[in-house]
């Protein structure tokens, strides 16, 4: 694959904009069928969480992870269920992220909202990383943010065709949280940090190539999937493993397509392994390819606190485990919330749609460490606790 199909004029620019368009579906957080906003279901040997905001693109709000949570608990504790499946309706989405305009607007009315979503978000992001039962996540169509926690700390993670992945938190003023300082820095080479970083999105086989999935298959064969999965008795991990296993083998879209970045990993290993943004900036400008200048591009429309809040976030993420992890992202959330760049982000994508957020600070070098320790540090009796 050349540059030119990796790099067409404007490319990232348009699929910077795609992204902001599926984060104003978040915008719209009201949900106004008469429908369950989840569905949980026992069928055959498993429990099957079903995502039902299909108008939004299935995004997460409190009240569907206060139903997910006690009955994935509960499923994990039954004799008789011995798989939990999660998947989204409508087609379009498995889960495009959390429903970031109400949290907003939470924020500015100082609700206590922003501390029990954030809390409930990762402590069902922990239970799914550390659920006892082999967990499929079906992540077909759009998966971002949230939509990552719900499926990526889990066994299993099935891509199809239509899946399109991404962390694009850094161009509203957040950062890759839902456990994204463990699973990013653990994907190959610098990879992890380049996706935290740029909010590149991967498409498809791409998903699966780049380690975020497990397994890759044809949309149409889902409900065929889902049905041998359903079928097996008393599954083991290992069962499941050679159900997903056969349906990945046979399928052979994009089987020998080189992995979309592949030609980069080089510069991405390079110019991402610096340990400041500013180290990493000078690194592209150096290199000067048309890839490390698309990427420089990309930069200048990200918050810049965000850059460096999620730098670090990474960095340290690398040697914590998935608990100390959201322990962390628990007290950079509420450093957000406390700031100006999540609103104004906000504000540009997802209310007025300017797409011209004016970030303060405007540039890397007016952050400070002393701004960004406090970012990190403790909250005492307002922690996160597992």
Not at 18 to 25: A, E, K, P
Not at 74 to 91: A, D
Not at 215 to 223: E, G, I, N, T, Y
Not at 228 to 247: F, G, I, N, R, W
């Amino acid at each position: 694959m050349g540059l030119s199909e990796v790099l067409r004029p404007m490319s990232r620019f348009n699929s910077f904009k795609r992204t902001q368009v599926i984060l104003q579906h978040l915008g719209m957080s009201k949900h106004t069928d008469s429908e369950p906003e989840v569905f949980l279901e026992r069928k055959g040997c498993a429990g099957v969480i079903t995502l039902n905001r299909p108008k939004v693109l299935n995004s997460l709000n409190l009240s569907m992870i206060r139903r997910i949570y006690p009955q994935l608990k509960k499923w994990e504790q039954e004799p008789e269920t011995s798989l939990i499946i999660i998947k989204g309706t409508g087609g379009k989405a498995f889960c495009a992220g959390g429903d970031i305009k109400a949290i907003s607007e939470a924020g500015k009315a100082k609700q206590k909202l922003v501390q029990d979503f954030f809390k409930e978000e990762y402590t069902l992001n922990s239970a799914i990383g550390t659920c006892k039962k082999p967990f499929v996540s079906l992540i077909h169509g759009v998966t971002m943010g949230g939509g990552v926690g719900l499926s990526v700390h889990g066994h299993f993670r099935v891509a199809t065709e239509k899946t399109l992945f991404a962390m694009p938190e850094t161009a509203i003023g957040l950062f890759p949280d839902v456990g994204g300082g463990y699973f990013l820095p653990r994907l190959s080479g610098k990879l992890g940090y380049f996706l935290a970083l740029t909010g590149f999105r991967l498409k498809g086989r791409d998903v699966q190539k780049g380690g975020i999935a497990t397994h890759f298959v044809d949309s149409d064969k889902l409900p065929m999937l889902e049905k041998d999965l359903l079928a097996l008795k008393s599954p083991s991990k290992e069962d499941v493993a050679e159900v997903l296993d056969t349906y990945h083998k046979k399928c052979k879209v994009d089987q020998d397509k080189p992995f979309i970045l592949e030609e980069h990993m080089d510069k991405i290993n390079s110019c991402f392994s610096a340990s400041t943004m500013e180290q990493i900036i000078r690194n592209l400008q150096e290199d000067g390819s048309p890839f490390a200048l698309e990427q420089l591009k990309v930069f200048e429309k990200m918050s810049p606190t965000s850059l460096k809040i999620t730098l670090r976030q990474i960095m340290e993420g690398s040697s914590k485990s998935l608990q100390e992890v959201l322990i962390m992202e628990y007290r950079l959330s509420q450093a957000c919330l406390r700031g100006h760049d999540f609103y104004e982000g906000v504000r540009a994508v997802l209310i007025e749609k300017d797409q011209n957020p004016k970030w303060k600070p405007a540039k890397l070098e007016e952050i400070t460490d002393e701004f960004l320790n406090d970012c990190f540090k403790s909250l005492g009796s307002d922690d996160l606790k597992f």
